[in-house]
């Protein structure tokens, strides 16, 4: 199967600061969604971003379906962006698989 | 408040018990999920349905059975489980031919005794 790896896959940030976050496939795909998950399990839709670039106020993603990676930027971070971060990749049409995941903590 | 409503939030059950999850949505979504998330890891997906049809079935072992009665509703049927099925039971709904609006429910906390 399709294989999706995410980096870094822990990140600890001061507030205030841009981060990163990078997915790599292994397969060319259709569909592409990132997701945060909060510290009590809550799953987020961030973007629906299957090739461009998408903006949502401080965090931004771009997807280059062509060379299998999309990279989900967060700016001028806060302690509530804590959780963890996952890419989810389709082959077709909504049956996502996810990431490995990137664990993110942001201290005061 | 999340728009995909899971119950219980919280469940215990014994090896020979049967129970049921179950998950509603009033999103007008026609695709709904079952995933499963054991504790730092990514969900896997167990199950798909489209306008209330079992399309993806992921290997899952028969002692977890699906049932869609309507477009809102989805319930997971749990039965003679094992403590390695202990586990956070996520529900998810979405548009359903390309997977937009993809929204989970809370979870099921579910521990296998």
């Known amino acids: 199967g399709i294989q999706v790896e995410q980096s870094p896959p822990d990140l600890i940030l001061q507030e205030g600061a841009n981060s990163t976050l990078r997915c790599n496939f292994s397969d060319s795909v259709n569909n592409l969604q990132w997701f945060h998950q909060n510290p009590w399990g809550q799953l987020i839709n961030l973007f629906y971003?299957?090739?461009g670039t998408k903006q949502n106020g401080r965090l931004s993603a771009t997807t280059v379906a062509t060379e299998r990676y999309s990279l989900l930027y967060i700016s001028s971070s806060q302690t509530t962006d804590s959780g963890v971060y996952f890419c989810?990749?389709?082959?077709?049409?909504?049956?996502?698989?996810f990431g490995t995941g990137t664990s993110l903590t942001v201290i005061p | 408040d999340t728009e995909v409503t899971q119950t219980p939030k919280h469940l215990v059950m014994g090896m020979t018990n049967k129970k049921s999850l179950k998950c509603e949505q009033h999103?007008?979504?026609?695709?709904m999920y079952w995933y499963k998330q054991k504790a730092k890891k990514p969900p896997e997906l167990m199950f798909v349905y489209s306008y209330e049809k079992l399309s993806i079935n992921e290997s899952v072992p028969s002692r977890f059975s699906p049932e869609c009665p309507n477009s809102s509703l989805l319930n997971l049927h749990l039965h003679a489980l094992q403590p390695e099925d202990s586990a956070l039971y996520l529900c998810?709904?979405?548009?359903?031919?390309?997977?937009?609006?993809?929204?989970f429910g809370s979870g099921t906390r579910l521990t296998v005794v």
């Open positions: 971003i299957p090739s």
């Open positions: 998810a709904s979405s548009q359903r031919d390309t997977g937009e609006g993809y929204t």
């Open positions: 989810a990749v389709a082959y077709t049409g909504n049956q996502f698989y």
């Open positions: 999103m007008g979504h026609r695709a």
